[in-house]
């Protein structure tokens, strides 16, 4: 588990990964305020002043709440935000008024900043089994760690990175593409809708909300089917024994 001066790097840096999810969220806003009346099928309201202001409350002031989830107009001026599996379902509904009505996994909860809490605390995960996939000399230099949220990928990093492995949960679009061939790894750590970790052997995977470092990317090049091939020859998964 990463020390407290590990924790300390990554908190100092949180703002920038943020950063850009809220752009990448105000991007949507500003599609969404372009839609014109009637937009869907002739009778549908675009979205609302106050649904879009309030929207933009929420990105301004909670941007961590659209690090994967999906932006949707309502046909009735209002706007949905919808987050399905990591770190869990949620969904937050604002209505043509502004007024925004949260739930997770089915429950309401209370306003965006229990939300926020809620998502903070299930970002961290713990890993079930570690496997290793590649190992140089004896160390593992790519493993493949099993969690609730799926199968992570960690490359080891470099000895004076504040961490062993970077960890990688890609999203859906982002698997597919590298599982087909389309992109490589580097693009896939590069997509905005993928979770990066900070891994130490024996501790828990912790999100990386800060810069991406250089240090952390693999060169251009490296393709589904190479990792295929090192699988081959990959170790047994081992239970982690859980503190």
Do not use: C
């Given at each position: 588990?990463?020390?407290?001066?590990?924790?300390?790097?990554?908190?100092?840096?949180?703002?920038?990964?943020?950063?850009?999810?809220?752009?990448?969220?105000?991007?949507?806003?500003?599609?969404?305020?372009?839609?014109?009346?009637?937009?869907?099928?002739?009778?549908?309201?675009?979205?609302?002043?106050?649904?879009?202001?309030?929207?933009?409350?929420?990105?301004?002031?909670?941007?961590?709440?659209?690090?994967?989830?999906?932006?949707?107009?309502?046909?009735?001026?209002?706007?949905?935000?919808?987050?399905?599996?990591?770190?869990?379902?949620?969904?937050?509904?604002?209505?043509?008024?502004?007024?925004?009505?949260?739930?997770?996994?089915?429950?309401?909860?209370?306003?965006?900043?229990?939300?926020?809490?809620?998502?903070?605390?299930?970002?961290?995960?713990?890993?079930?089994?570690?496997?290793?996939?590649?190992?140089?000399?004896?160390?593992?230099?790519?493993?493949?760690?099993?969690?609730?949220?799926?199968?992570?990928?960690?490359?080891?990093?470099?000895?004076?990175?504040?961490?062993?492995?970077?960890?990688?949960?890609?999203?859906?679009?982002?698997?597919?593409?590298?599982?087909?061939?389309?992109?490589?790894?580097?693009?896939?750590?590069?997509?905005?809708?993928?979770?990066?970790?900070?891994?130490?052997?024996?501790?828990?995977?912790?999100?990386i909300l800060g810069e991406i470092r250089e240090a952390w990317l693999p060169?251009?090049?490296?393709?589904?089917?190479?990792?295929?091939?090192?699988?081959?020859?990959?170790?047994?998964?081992?239970?982690?024994?859980?503190?």
């Amino acid at each position: 588990m990463p020390d407290q001066s590990t924790r300390a790097m990554l908190d100092d840096v949180n703002l920038s990964i943020l950063a850009r999810v809220r752009e990448r969220a105000t991007g949507r806003a500003r599609v969404l305020a372009a839609l014109p009346a009637g937009w869907l099928d002739g009778k549908t309201e675009p979205p609302a002043p106050a649904a879009l202001e309030a929207l933009g409350k929420l990105i301004s002031d909670a941007p961590i709440l659209f690090l994967r989830a999906g932006i949707y107009p309502d046909t009735d001026g209002g706007l949905q935000v919808e987050n399905l599996g990591y770190p869990f379902d949620y969904e937050m509904a604002i209505d043509a008024q502004g007024a925004v009505t949260i739930e997770k996994d089915g429950e309401p909860v209370k306003d965006a900043s229990v939300l926020e809490a809620m998502i903070r605390t299930e970002m961290v995960l713990t890993p079930d089994t570690v496997e290793t996939v590649m190992s140089y000399d004896g160390w593992p230099v790519v493993v493949r760690i099993g969690t609730k949220a799926g199968r992570i990928l960690g490359f080891a990093l470099p000895e004076e990175e504040p961490f062993e492995f970077v960890g990688v949960l890609p999203s859906e679009g982002a698997s597919r593409e590298f599982q087909t061939g389309h992109i490589d790894m580097r693009a896939v750590m590069l997509d905005p809708y993928t979770v990066l970790f900070a891994f130490d052997e024996g501790g828990r995977l912790n999100p990386i909300l800060g810069e991406i470092r250089e240090a952390w990317l693999p060169a251009p090049g490296l393709m589904a089917r190479a990792l295929a091939l090192l699988d081959e020859s990959r170790a047994a998964p081992e239970p982690v024994p859980h503190a």
